[in-house]
Each structure stands twice: as C-alpha cells, then as structure tokens.
C-alpha cells in the first residue's frame, strides 16, 4: 500500500508543479518543491526536544514526503504536527539580494527555521505568506530549511499550542494538513513591490494602480518604476514610467490609466488585459511583478444585478472544491477546466466556492473562461471553527489575507463574508467585518451573511460605505415538489398586494429574516441523489489513493446501500445496483428543474444558486457532477434545460385529476432575451402516444416573465398518464424553448368504493367524514370486536388523552388475531438532523408507539437522496410501482418515516445519515454516515394478528387526490382479502 501511495501522490505532485503559473514578483525565482523529509510528531515532542535543529533532526525517524501534499494523502488520517526539513543550494549571484522564502499555502500554524535560525510563524491555511530571510542563508552553499506545522484538528481531542479540537478555520471536504502548495525563494533588489492592487473603473475607462514599494536600505533611494499594459495579443495598451523617491519602509503610489478603446471582460467574452509593474535602480531591475487583470464591474441596479451595465439573471452552481486525489487541489488542470466548462455549458453563470478560498489556478482559469466567482472564506462553516476565544482573531485573519489576496481576481466579483450565522459573536462582528473588508477592497459587492439568518443580509454596493438590505434565502425543498412547495417558490419575498394578487393569500414563502417587496436572491437550492458508485468505485480502484477519505467512503456507502435494499426486499427490484443509482439521479433533476422553474416564476428574485455543482464529504448527494467530474446524467441535464436563457415553464393544477372534475393547465413565458415573435405549440398526448389536445399560438416571448396560455381543461372520458409538450419556435423556425408536464387521469371506475367490512376508530372525523360521504359502510371499534374485522385508525389529535387509550385496546386487538390499520404513526421523534444517534433495529412488539420516527428533514432529503420505494402490492394496485414515488405520489408522499422498522415493506425508503451518527463534531472530512433504511407502508405479524402502518399522508389528502382516495380503497379490500 506504502509503494502505492507514494506512486499515487508522486504523480500529483508533478501534476501540480506543472500547472503553477507564475504572477510573481521576481525571475529571480527557484521552486523548492519536490522530495522532502517529515517527523510525524504525533506526540508534539518536537520542540522541547529542539527538533527543529539540523542535528536534532537527523536522529528521528524521518520518513520522505512530497511537497506540496496533504499529510492524509501518506498517512491516513493524520493529524496534530509534523516537522519538515529540506536542503537548498542558491546561487552566489543571490548575494547582497533582498531574499524571500514564499508558501502559497501551509494548513495550519506555521512555524519556521533555516540553519537552526529563527524565521518567524504564520497563522492561516489557504493563503498565502512568505519571510525574508537573506540574513540567515548562504549562498552558494548548502542551507537547511525546518518547517514545523500543525494542522487543524477535526478527528482527535488533541490539543496543540493552544489549538483544539475543530478550533481553527476548517474545511469540510479534507484536514488538507500540512504544505499542500507550492514552496519557493526568490530574490530581489533592495527597492521591492509589496502590494500592486489595481481598481478597474469601466465609468471612466481607467485603470488605477495602487503600488506599494518598501525599500529595505537606510537612506532615501530613487526608484524607476514602468507600469505595462498590454493587450490580449500583448500589443502595448498605455504604459506609463515615472522616477520616484523613495524613502526607508513603506512608499505608496497610485497612479490612473486611461484604457482606450476598452474591452470589457464578461461571461461571453472574458478578455484579459496583462499589467505588469517594474521597478529598477540604477538601471537594474530591482523588482517586478506581472497579473491579469479585466475591465468589468459587477453591481445591483434598481433591484437587478448589472454587469458592464448590462442586467444580468444570475445562474451559481455552489461549489465544495473537493477532488478524488488531491483532496483540496485539483489533480489536474484538465480536471478543474472539465468542471468549469460543464458548468458553463449547463448554463450556469457563476461559481460559489464554498467556504474556501480557492487555489490560484482554478481563479486563473475562472478568469480565462469566463465565470463570475465568490470570493468565500474558510470561517463559519456550519458552526465551524468553534467557539473560542480565539473565534474573532481567526475571523479577521482570515477575512484579511483572503481579500488582500485575491482582489485583483478579475472573476471574484463578490466577497461573501459569513454563512447561515447562529452565534452572537459573530452577528455582532458583522458590520465590524464588513466595514474592514471595504476598506481592503472598494472595488468589490460584499455580502455580510449568505442566508441571512442573523439579521438578514446585506450587501455594500461597490465603492459604496453603507449597506443595502437584501434578502438572501437558502432553501431546500427535498423530493417532492408538489403545488404547495412550488407556491412557496411564488410567495417567496411577495408583499401582501402581490400575494392577493397572485391568488396565494396565505401561502408562506421561504427565507430567515425576509423583508417583504424587497431584491431576492435564493443562494441554496437543490435536491440530491447518489452518484453511481459502481463507476465511482471503479475510478477509486484504478487511480485513487485507498487511504483518503474519499475513497473509504464512496466504497461503504456503496455496501451500505446493498445491505439496506436487502433488508428491505428491494433488491428484487433493482438486482443491478447500478440502475437504483441512475433511478435516484432522475428524482434529483426532477426537483431540481421544478425548484429553478418555480424560482424563475417569481419576478422579485433575482437569481437563485443550485446546490451544488460537485458533492462531496457529507453532501456527496448534491453534485450534478460526481467526484470524478462526470456529469450524473438527468440531474445534470435536467438542470441545465430549466437554467436555459429562455424556458416555457407549466403548471398543471391539480397534478392528480378526477375525470369529472378537470384541471387548470397553464404555460409560462421566461425569458432573459429581448422580445422576439413565436409560435408556441402545445399538445397533450396520452400514455399510448394519442394525442388529444392541440393548440396552436402566434404570440410574442416577452423579455422576462409572461402568461403564454391557460385553459380549464375538460378531462371527461381522459384515464391513465398524459403529458403536456410545449414547443416554442421563433419567427425563422428555431426551437427556442422547450418543456413538457405529465399528469393523471382517474375516472369513476377506478374509484369505486369498496364493498367489505370494516371498523374504524377516528379522532378526529376526516377518515369517517369520507367514508359516509362516499358510501362505504363501517362500524365503529370497540374493544369486543370481532376479530374477523379489520379496524382503520384514523389520525390522532395532537395530545389527545384518549389516543393512548385507544391504542392499547387496539394492540390487544391484534395479539388476540385482529388486524389493525394505523394511517398515522406517533413513535419516537428521531433526533434533529444535529442531534447525535445510533439507530437500531426496532422489533414489531414495541409497535406503533415504540418505533423510530423520521421526521422531515431526513425523510424528504434536503440535498442528500432519500428514495422512497413503492413494491408491487395490492396496496399500490392501479398504480406505478416498482419505482422511487416521485409525480402521481408528491401529495401521499410520506414526510415522516418508520426507521429500521422490522416487518415486511410494502413502501419503504433509503437513505444515509448526513454525517457518522449525527455527530456534530464528526461532520467534517470524514464523509457521511451509515445508509438506514425506514418503512412508508409496513405489515407485520402482531401476536395471533396483524398490523398495517401508513406514513403516507392519505387522509390528508382525501377528496383532494384521487391517489389517496385509491390507496384508502386497496387498503380495504386488502385487509379483507
């Protein structure tokens, strides 16, 4: 396994130094990656043994390590300190040279020592930092560099210099411990550049370079500085050469450029002008720096995002930054442009990182290819780092060194400051932090909290001082998006006349701390499923390294869905795993496109973020790409047909129809193109490929949104499954926009009520109310009845006395040979999605009251897949089976489930807990927990009976859906069979 890491990760390592790009401030440049020494002082014995000297050092056992790397790459799971050690030879020519020893990133505290000399100490892990250090080497001979590091600490109760467990900023996805970026020396003059931030202003065509120089020497020093221009081409654009004083320390300059005929950078032409800054004495060149750079601004006019003066929808795709091998660095350069593209291609306009700061090169390719980005930093990530004295120090470190680093990204047009906040600490830094990161760049929005769950979000305009409320909504619907959870898209951020307006009076729209009328934006959406592991596993086995996390967990989650299909009997219905895969990625597309068709419907909001383009660690489920960066086929295609620039979205109302009572139908316009005329074509075909509905429209496709048609439609003599195609055609032929809805027909027949004995005890008259009116005869349960007769238990009433009562006659029922039918189950609330638990196994003899119950969360998805399974029964008679519920079943569509429930599932669902046994200070790095599986419909052996129990909600929806209405009425003559 040795001999295969090593392999692995030297493969990396070359891969990685080939793709470092230098935007650095000197040629005189030599890179130390490569082959170094490392003691894993897992007992932090290193510095009061003096280890960090030459002599110290080479007595331990050193083992080698490549550079740059993360430490669970060679050593799984490692974390605490490691102390480094390489040997270095500079040129004599580097004599009488400002010297600088630089690392673009080092997780976490650095400490740091050349010929047993004391250089200094860095505090941050995805930044860079460097120290001058020509006073401590010798050139042209041998010198000796000691590293000593201490990662974060997320597995281990640890405690290092002062640092505990998940005390310091830290990144879901890896620990990334260790020199996981490049190391390098380089050497200058006496008169160096510091700082080059340069503000492009596209008002004024000008380009304003901030220019820090230091000189190093004790007198006063003239300084030739030349600032460059060029073109794409590298034809010169303006350049501009001045001879400056320059006194010891500190020397600022901030010199304006006109940039004629200047071309701006953007998502469809992202244009790139080279500037390049040198600074000489005596003729010689002291110091130089070169970067990239774009003419664009990114800001929020009347209530609509703008770029270039253009207005812009826009379409993220949140971001984990995670990979298969090299964890928090791309393990290539065609791996990070294969992801940029497929985002691009799938309509989507932006990126968010997500809590990280991305490694330069995939900025610089952001920057190439044409991709808005956010500028995030690694703090607040879900309650993480923890609360400590140290929380505000790490805050401000971070948010430091993340701005002065990347601001002169031409593709960052946003700095996203916090995250879902839920501390007090930090909602009262807000505006602190907020304030300080204008004053590092001016040039840039800021948004103070995405979420807004402090006190709602903010966002400083660019150049601006004071905020502007914003509300910034993460959403997760899960599964079903049925006619409730679509509205809830519609009302979202709707004030009391829009509401009244739009006939969703009493409808609650989503968000925290939401300001009604006012700009929105949902920046998480998304639903999830699993990426095909078969695959997945596949690509582990050939080219990933069996030690990272990544590839332990792809490997056992794809066991634990095994076992969990067994344990159900729904492995007979997918033999081939790989099939329930593709299934459950299907489900994800589908709820995707209804959540962003349903967004774009809402004429308040202004963009909406999916979540997320790659999964990764404990929302592996979200990605519409896998680890690996293939697309995960309907999800990915399903999203990128509802994030098209011009979509025809359609309601149907109610999804489910009685025959004799018809729906409303009704098609959209959206569209982010000028108005243009077309012929709108929309036909409803039949599930035996009949066509029984025609209409043909010349009508113009509105710039943003529009009513393209709506009709009551007459279902009298309709049965089964139909679909309704729209097809939009411009005035030269061309299909521009595309959609189709499918919907169920039940007639008369097919709901005929039964004819056979039951009882029933109800709490609250739903289930009887419907019985009477629909006919069917019953008597009422008491504790003699005969057992031959079969008993429905309507719903309860929230804290009725009786209920229990009730129950425990109705359990003695079923041991003396009854057979019971709950329609809802009150057992045990299963924690909170932040709750430790260890679930287990529960026997029928504890039933209804004793049985594990999943709620919400867990049993709709939120970003992971939670498929619930229908089996081929009479209980599902009339109906499709054999599949995950999605369409005819988003009304009955469980919201609470009966976890690992002994008996015999006739629906059941499987999922995962989204982090080992829902154990807060195990949600990081280590990948999700153990695949649970839970009954919707579950029959089982109860003493000489029986019970039936149903979490699917068909009492709520009777006389609402006819599929609860058939469902009610399999049940009974089940039961009598």
Same mark, same amino acid.
């Given at each position: 396994?040795?001999?295969?890491? $090593?392999?692995?990760?030297?493969?990396?390592?070359?891969?990685?130094?080939?793709?470092?790009?230098?935007?650095?401030?000197?040629?005189?440049?030599?890179?130390?990656?490569?082959?170094?020494?490392?003691?894993?002082?897992?007992?932090?014995?290193?510095?009061?043994?003096?280890?960090?000297?030459?002599?110290?050092?080479?007595?331990?056992?050193?083992?080698?390590?490549?550079?740059?790397?993360?430490?669970?790459?060679?050593?799984?799971?490692?974390?605490?300190?490691?102390?480094?050690?390489?040997?270095?030879?500079?040129?004599?020519?580097?004599?009488?040279?400002?010297?600088?020893?630089?690392?673009?990133?080092?997780?976490?505290?650095?400490?740091?020592?050349?010929?047993?000399?004391?250089?200094?100490?860095?505090?941050?892990?995805?930044?860079?930092?460097?120290?001058?250090?020509?006073?401590?080497?010798?050139?042209?001979?041998?010198?000796?560099?000691?590293?000593?590091?201490?990662?974060?600490?997320?597995?281990?109760?640890?405690?290092?210099?002062?640092?505990?467990?998940?005390?310091?900023?830290?990144?879901?996805?890896?620990?990334?411990?260790?020199?996981?970026?490049?190391?390098?020396?380089?050497?200058?003059?006496?008169?160096?550049?510091?700082?080059?931030?340069?503000?492009?202003?596209?008002?004024?065509?000008?380009?304003?370079?901030?220019?820090?120089?230091?000189?190093?020497?004790?007198?006063?020093?003239?300084?030739?500085?030349?600032?460059?221009?060029?073109?794409?081409?590298?034809?010169?654009?303006?350049?501009?050469?001045?001879?400056?004083?320059?006194?010891?320390?500190?020397?600022?300059?901030?010199?304006?450029?006109?940039?004629?005929?200047?071309?701006?950078?953007?998502?469809?032409?992202?244009?790139?002008?080279?500037?390049?800054?040198?600074?000489?004495?005596?003729?010689?060149?002291?110091?130089?720096?070169?970067?990239?750079?774009?003419?664009?601004?990114?800001?929020?006019?009347?209530?609509?995002?703008?770029?270039?003066?253009?207005?812009?929808?826009?379409?993220?795709?949140?971001?984990?930054?995670?990979?298969?091998? +090299?964890?928090?660095?791309?393990?290539?350069?065609?791996?990070?442009? #294969?992801?940029?593209?497929?985002?691009?291609?799938?309509?989507?306009?932006?990126?968010?990182?997500?809590? #990280?700061?991305?490694?330069?090169?995939?900025?610089?390719?952001?920057?190439?290819?044409?991709?808005?980005?956010?500028?995030?930093?690694?703090?607040?990530?879900?309650?993480?780092?923890?609360?400590?004295?140290?929380?505000?120090?790490?805050?401000?470190?971070?948010?430091?060194?993340?701005?002065?680093?990347?601001?002169?990204?031409?593709?960052?047009?946003?700095?996203?400051?916090?995250?879902?906040?839920?501390?007090?600490?930090?909602?009262?830094?807000?505006?602190?932090?907020?304030?300080?990161?204008?004053?590092?760049?001016?040039?840039?929005?800021?948004?103070?909290?995405?979420?807004?769950?402090?006190?709602?979000?903010?966002?400083?305009?660019?150049?601006?001082?004071?905020? $502007?409320?914003?509300?910034?909504?993460?959403?997760?619907?899960?599964?079903?998006?049925?006619?409730?959870?679509?509205?809830?898209?519609?009302?979202?951020?709707?004030?009391?006349?829009?509401?009244?307006?739009?006939?969703?009076?009493?409808?609650?729209?989503?968000?925290?701390?939401?300001?009604?009328?006012?700009?929105?934006?949902?920046?998480?959406?998304?639903?999830?499923?699993?990426?095909?592991?078969?695959?997945?596993?596949?690509?582990?086995?050939?080219?990933?390294?069996?030690?990272?996390?990544?590839?332990?967990?792809? #490997?056992?989650?794809?066991?634990?869905?095994?076992?969990?299909?067994?344990?159900?009997?729904?492995?007979?219905?997918?033999?081939?795993?790989?099939?329930?895969?593709?299934?459950?990625?299907?489900?994800?597309?589908?709820?995707?496109?209804?959540?962003?068709?349903?967004?774009?419907?809402?004429?308040?909001?202004?963009?909406?973020?999916?979540?997320?383009?790659?999964?990764?660690?404990?929302?592996?489920?979200? +990605?519409?790409?896998?680890?690996?960066?293939?697309?995960?086929?309907?999800?990915?295609?399903?999203?990128?047909?509802?994030?098209?620039?011009?979509?025809?979205?359609?309601?149907?109302?109610?999804?489910?129809?009685?025959?004799?009572?018809?729906?409303?139908?009704?098609?959209?316009?959206?569209?982010?193109?000028?108005?243009?005329?077309?012929?709108?074509?929309?036909?409803?075909?039949?599930?035996?490929?009949?066509?029984?509905?025609?209409?043909?429209?010349?009508?113009?496709?509105?710039?943003?949104?529009?009513?393209?048609?709506?009709?009551?439609?007459?279902?009298?003599?309709? $049965?089964?499954?139909?679909?309704?195609?729209?097809?939009?055609?411009?005035?030269?032929? #061309?299909?521009?926009?595309?959609?189709?809805?499918?919907?169920?027909?039940?007639?008369?027949?097919?709901?005929?009520?039964?004819?056979?004995?039951?009882?029933?005890?109800?709490?609250?008259?739903?289930?009887?109310?419907?019985?009477?009116?629909?006919?069917?005869?019953?008597?009422?349960?008491?504790?003699?009845?005969?057992?031959?007769?079969?008993?429905?238990?309507?719903?309860?009433?929230?804290?009725?006395?009786?209920?229990?009562?009730?129950?425990?006659?109705?359990?003695?029922?079923?041991?003396?040979?009854?057979?019971?039918?709950?329609?809802?189950?009150?057992?045990?609330?299963?924690?909170?999605?932040?709750?430790?638990?260890?679930?287990?196994?529960?026997?029928?003899?504890?039933?209804?009251?004793?049985?594990?119950?999943?709620?919400?969360?867990?049993?709709?998805?939120?970003?992971?897949? $939670?498929?619930?399974?229908?089996?081929?029964?009479?209980?599902?008679?009339?109906?499709?089976?054999?599949?995950?519920?999605?369409?005819?079943?988003?009304?009955?569509?469980?919201?609470?489930?009966?976890?690992?429930?002994?008996?015999?599932?006739?629906?059941?669902?499987?999922?995962?807990?989204?982090?080992?046994?829902?154990?807060?200070?195990?949600?990081?790095?280590? +990948?999700?927990?153990?695949?649970?599986?839970?009954?919707?419909?579950?029959?089982?052996?109860?003493?000489?009976?029986?019970?039936?129990?149903?979490?699917?909600?068909?009492?709520?929806?009777?006389?609402?859906?006819?599929?609860?209405?058939?469902?009610?009425?399999?049940?009974?003559?089940?039961?009598?069979?």
């Amino acid at each position: 396994m040795k001999i295969f890491c $090593k392999s692995v990760l030297i493969v990396l390592i070359e891969i990685i130094s080939a793709n470092c790009f230098s935007q650095t401030n000197s040629a005189m440049t030599l890179s130390l990656d490569g082959s170094w020494d490392i003691i894993y002082d897992d007992a932090n014995l290193g510095i009061a043994n003096d280890w960090y000297l030459n002599e110290n050092f080479e007595k331990q056992d050193f083992e080698k390590i490549d550079v740059p790397s993360c430490w669970e790459s060679v050593k799984e799971n490692y974390e605490g300190v490691g102390i480094y050690r390489t040997k270095f030879i500079i040129p004599e020519a580097w004599n009488d040279k400002i010297v600088q020893l630089n690392f673009e990133a080092v997780n976490y505290k650095t400490e740091v020592w050349i010929n047993d000399q004391v250089v200094g100490f860095h505090e941050g892990g995805y930044t860079p930092f460097n120290f001058r250090v020509d006073k401590l080497i010798e050139a042209g001979k041998e010198n000796t560099l000691v590293v000593r590091v201490i990662s974060p600490i997320i597995l281990t109760d640890k405690y290092i210099d002062g640092l505990g467990r998940q005390e310091v900023p830290m990144w879901r996805g890896a620990i990334a411990g260790g020199i996981w970026q490049s190391v390098s020396i380089e050497a200058k003059g006496t008169l160096g550049l510091q700082d080059v931030f340069i503000e492009p202003k596209i008002d004024s065509n000008t380009a304003t370079f901030n220019i820090e120089i230091e000189n190093t020497e004790i007198d006063i020093a003239q300084a030739e500085v030349l600032v460059k221009v060029l073109s794409k081409k590298g034809e010169l654009v303006v350049s501009k050469k001045e001879l400056v004083e320059t006194f010891p320390g500190k020397n600022n300059l901030q010199w304006v450029l006109n940039i004629p005929d200047a071309k701006y950078w953007s998502t469809t032409n992202p244009y790139l002008y080279k500037a390049s800054v040198v600074v000489k004495k005596s003729g010689e060149v002291s110091d130089q720096w070169t970067h990239k750079f774009g003419m664009r601004e990114f800001t929020v006019v009347n209530d609509q995002f703008y770029l270039n003066n253009e207005p812009i929808y826009l379409k993220a795709a949140f971001f984990e930054g995670l990979y298969p091998v +090299g964890l928090a660095y791309p393990d290539s350069k065609e791996m990070a442009i #294969k992801e940029i593209r497929l985002a691009k291609e799938a309509g989507f306009n932006m990126i968010r990182p997500w809590r #990280k700061p991305a490694p330069k090169m995939w900025l610089d390719l952001c920057d190439e290819m044409g991709v808005l980005t956010v500028g995030s930093l690694v703090v607040e990530c879900m309650h993480r780092p923890i609360s400590s004295p140290r929380l505000p120090f790490v805050v401000e470190n971070e948010l430091r060194k993340t701005i002065m680093n990347n601001r002169n990204r031409t593709c960052i047009v946003q700095w996203e400051l916090f995250n879902e906040i839920n501390r007090p600490i930090l909602a009262q830094m807000l505006n602190s932090m907020s304030v300080l990161a204008r004053e590092l760049d001016p040039t840039r929005m800021i948004l103070d909290e995405s979420g807004g769950w402090g006190e709602g979000a903010n966002i400083y305009l660019p150049f601006e001082r004071t905020p $502007k409320k914003f509300n910034d909504i993460h959403h997760y619907s899960g599964s079903q998006v049925d006619e409730d959870e679509f509205n809830g898209y519609l009302a979202t951020a709707q004030n009391k006349e829009e509401l009244e307006g739009s006939k969703l009076e009493g409808v609650k729209g989503y968000g925290k701390n939401v300001v009604p009328g006012m700009m929105t934006y949902i920046s998480e959406l998304g639903y999830g499923s699993t990426p095909n592991l078969t695959a997945n596993n596949k690509e582990f086995s050939e080219k990933g390294n069996p030690i990272v996390a990544p590839t332990v967990y792809h #490997k056992a989650l794809d066991t634990g869905y095994k076992t969990a299909l067994e344990k159900t009997g729904f492995n007979t219905i997918y033999p081939d795993i790989t099939s329930f895969y593709l299934e459950q990625q299907k489900m994800h597309g589908i709820a995707n496109k209804r959540m962003i068709e349903a967004t774009r419907l809402n004429d308040i909001v202004k963009g909406y973020c999916v979540h997320a383009l790659v999964g990764g660690d404990w929302v592996i489920g979200a +990605g519409l790409l896998d680890l690996w960066r293939n697309p995960k086929t309907l999800v990915y295609d399903m999203t990128k047909e509802a994030n098209q620039e011009q979509i025809t979205p359609i309601r149907i109302m109610p999804r489910n129809v009685y025959a004799n009572k018809g729906t409303l139908v009704e098609v959209y316009g959206v569209s982010e193109l000028a108005s243009e005329d077309a012929n709108i074509l929309i036909k409803i075909i039949s599930e035996n490929g009949k066509e029984v509905f025609r209409k043909t429209i010349k009508n113009t496709f509105y710039n943003g949104i529009s009513a393209i048609y709506k009709t009551q439609l007459n279902t009298e003599g309709f $049965k089964g499954s139909y679909t309704v195609n729209v097809e939009v055609k411009n005035d030269i032929g #061309k299909i521009v926009a595309s959609n189709y809805q499918s919907f169920d027909v039940f007639s008369e027949q097919q709901l005929e009520a039964p004819k056979a004995k039951i009882a029933v005890i109800d709490f609250d008259n739903t289930l009887t109310s419907f019985l009477n009116a629909k006919g069917v005869e019953f008597v009422a349960f008491h504790p003699e009845l005969d057992k031959s007769i079969p008993v429905l238990v309507g719903k309860a009433k929230k804290k009725d006395k009786n209920y229990k009562a009730s129950v425990e006659q109705l359990r003695k029922h079923a041991q003396g040979g009854g057979y019971v039918v709950f329609f809802e189950v009150l057992g045990e609330r299963v924690a909170g999605p932040e709750d430790p638990l260890v679930l287990k196994e529960t026997d029928s003899s504890k039933l209804p009251f004793g049985t594990q119950m999943f709620q919400k969360w867990d049993t709709r998805g939120g970003w992971a897949a $939670k498929s619930h399974i229908v089996t081929k029964h009479p209980i599902f008679d009339g109906l499709p089976t054999e599949m995950i519920m999605y369409g005819l079943y988003e009304n009955v569509h469980p919201v609470v489930a009966m976890a690992k429930q002994q008996g015999t599932y006739i629906a059941g669902a499987i999922g995962y807990d989204h982090f080992p046994d829902k154990d807060n200070m195990r949600r990081h790095y280590v +990948g999700p927990g153990d695949v649970w599986w839970a009954a919707d419909v579950l029959e089982t052996p109860f003493g000489k009976g029986k019970m039936l129990l149903s979490t699917m909600r068909i009492v709520e929806f009777l006389d609402k859906d006819p599929v609860a209405e058939k469902l009610l009425y399999n049940i009974i003559n089940h039961i009598n069979r």
